[in-house]
């Protein structure tokens, strides 16, 4: 059973556009949501986290938008560039905890 | 700084061989998470550790174990290897204070 579900499962932009991905979980004990960026033959890199006692967090182009009401999360990644072109993934954790993955999003950024 | 240590970067083996494939984690980290991936998947937990200790168990088969020692690295052991095995295997670190999961560069196994 997927603890996670994350969409869409691939995603095109236009250079400077806006790249969302979406995601929900059922466990209320969750309390990280981390997400990763991964390159072919790569491991997973940690792009940014949030924790439930904020909406909103963001690291330069990278935000994440948190829902606690509605067990949802999201990243948007603003002035998507070429370069951001990758597997995206979301993650959920109970701290100290197995993360579970959401089943990744492929970005490709349209030059 | 300092990443987590996979080794070997790529292994081959044949069918009912056994792998053994080492993590080195991030000084400090004293958690050790392994997750395998199949071409086009999410990481699959297999298993983590604590302190030395199994933390959690994930859909890991019977065939595979792991420790982790006293210094901190980690080894999953795989046995009367399978086809199906072939993936990238991650390890990944963090604190126990902090729960930020650094990966390694993964381990690719291919098995004939």
């Known amino acids: 059973q997927q603890q996670v579900k994350q969409s869409p499962q691939s995603l095109i932009v236009q250079k400077g556009g806006i790249s969302i991905i979406n995601c929900a979980y059922e466990n209320t004990a969750f309390d990280y949501f981390p997400w990763y960026q991964q390159f072919p033959g790569k491991g997973p890199a940690l792009l940014i986290a949030?924790?439930?006692?904020?909406s909103e967090k963001k690291e330069g182009r990278f935000t994440i938008s948190f829902n606690k009401s509605a067990k949802q999360f999201s990243l948007h990644i603003m002035d998507s560039q070429p370069g951001d072109s990758a597997t995206y993934f979301c993650?959920?954790?109970?701290?100290?905890?197995?993360?579970?993955f959401g089943t990744g999003t492929s970005l490709t950024v349209i030059p | 700084a300092a990443g987590v240590i996979q080794s070997p970067r790529h292994l081959i083996k044949e069918k009912r061989e056994t792998a053994t494939l080492k993590c080195y984690p991030i000084p400090r980290h004293d958690t050790v998470y392994w997750y395998q991936q199949g071409p086009g998947q999410d990481p699959q937990f297999l298993i983590s550790f604590y302190e030395k200790m199994q933390s959690d168990k994930g859909s890991i088969p019977d065939r595979f174990s792991a420790q982790q020692f006293s210094d901190y690295h980690s080894e999953l052991n795989m046995s009367s290897l399978e086809l199906g095995d072939s993936a990238l295997y991650f390890c990944?670190?963090?604190?126990?204070?902090?729960?930020?999961?650094?990966f390694g560069q993964g381990t690719r196994l291919t098995v004939v």
């Open positions: 993650a959920a954790a109970n701290t100290g905890n197995q993360f579970y």
């Open positions: 949030i924790r439930p006692d904020v």
């Open positions: 990944a670190s963090s604190s126990g204070s902090r729960t930020e999961a650094f």
